[in-house]
């Protein structure tokens, strides 16, 4: 499986960032799959994932309400809209697969074996 990312940029607090992530492969259907990110000299960090059907959602409590995963398995390609950003907010964004498929969605990121090469996304203040 190789992950693409696309739509990081410079927001100003309180926008709105849309990201995408491109799939190869046959199997995305089968897949949950996960966003994290990585702010400077900090560890990779979950933000939120997704069932391989798109039914089922989680998120970490920093981005809950303002963001919204989602999923189109007929494009193969996983999304992130991110409404309300903060500063705090700043990090490159990861999309990551779970290849164990129809595993449920989870913040482990142990369970992610396939990423992307990530895009930064930057909140000023």
């Known amino acids: 499986v190789q992950l693409v990312e696309f739509g990081g940029g410079l927001v100003q607090a309180g926008g709105s960032l849309s990201l995408s992530c491109a799939a190869s492969?046959?199997?995305?259907?089968?897949?949950?799959m996960g966003w994290f990110r990585q702010a400077p000299g900090k560890e990779r960090e979950f933000v939120a994932a997704?069932?391989?059907?798109?039914?089922?959602?989680v998120y970490a409590d920093s981005v809950k309400g303002r963001f919204t995963i989602s999923r189109d398995n007929v494009k193969n390609t996983l999304y992130l809209q991110m409404n309300t950003l903060k500063p705090e907010d700043t990090a490159v964004y990861y999309c990551?697969?779970?290849?164990?498929?129809?595993?449920?969605?989870?913040?482990?990121?142990?369970?992610?074996?396939?990423w992307g090469q990530g895009t930064q996304v930057t909140v000023s203040s």
């Open positions: 997704i069932s391989f059907g798109g039914g089922s959602t």
């Open positions: 990551a697969a779970d290849p164990v498929s129809y595993r449920a969605p989870t913040g482990r990121r142990l369970n992610y074996e396939y």
């Open positions: 492969g046959p199997a995305f259907s089968s897949y949950a």
